[in-house]
């Protein structure tokens, strides 16, 4: 080890150091998509004008005659999963209520359910999650 530091000078051991938060956080600034990070659902498996929930994923897909709306239906207040009843989602724990669109429309929730990203392959949707 000395050997090594020796034959480093003191401003090519700084540039070193001054690199190596970047690197550790390199693995964390690049998403990666693993195979685990995504779900497929068939496309003829979406009512219309209805929700698809994959509650052990936490994701809910609206279909109606606007297209295709992709949410997780973790509870922005404080993560329960939440069940759809008359055209709305229910926080079962402490009675947040959002819209199909995700917006809130009784608390103690604040924040809009997250929008996920999806795409159409081959007849399927594919939601990243």
Known sequence: MQVLLSKLKRRSLLKLLWLAPFAA??????????????????????????????????????????????????CTHLGCVLNVENDKFICPCHGSVFDLEGSVLKGPALKPLKHLEYKIENENIIVYI
């Not at 990070?37 to 994959?54: D, M, T």
């Not at 609206?62 to 997780?72: A, D, Y």
């Open 25 to 74: 956080l390199y693995k964390y600034l690049i998403p990666k998509v693993k195979k685990e990070n995504f779900i497929s659902v068939p496309l003829a498996a979406l009512p219309f004008k209805g929700a698809y929930l994959i509650k052990d994923k936490h994701t809910g897909i609206i279909k109606n005659n606007e297209g295709i709306k992709v949410f997780s239906i973790s």
